[in-house]
């Protein structure tokens, strides 16, 4: 599962072939989601935060709220917001170490 802080990432992940990403409506995983997530079956997040401050902040709470119960992958990103890269750019710069993992 690919989690990402807005849903016009959702889309943009959609739009590059990636058809299970999570939108936070933020920057932290809230109780009922964490929930929903341990429910699925879902043992791999993908975190695709913005590259900003609070991107950075969300990471950091991920991993420590969150590492315990599934493996986190944090792939380097190095524009600001995901929403704003163009598709070939998300598949050729983030998706394609991720063969797998969509």
Not at 86 to 101: A, M, P, R, T
Request: no cysteine; proline share 2%; glycine share 8%.
């Amino acid at each position: 599962m690919f989690l990402v802080e807005g849903q016009g990432d959702v889309w943009k992940l959609y739009e590059a072939g990636v058809y299970n990403a999570m939108g936070l409506f933020g920057k932290d995983v809230s109780i009922k989601q964490k929930s929903l997530l341990l429910k699925s079956g879902v043992t791999k997040l993908v975190i695709l935060t913005d590259n900003d401050q609070a991107g950075r902040e969300s990471k950091i709470k991920i991993k420590r709220d969150m590492s315990r119960s599934f493996k986190l992958i944090f792939p380097p990103m190095k524009t600001k917001d995901l929403g704003n890269m163009f598709v070939e750019k998300i598949k050729d710069s983030i998706l394609n170490n991720l063969q797998g993992y969509f």
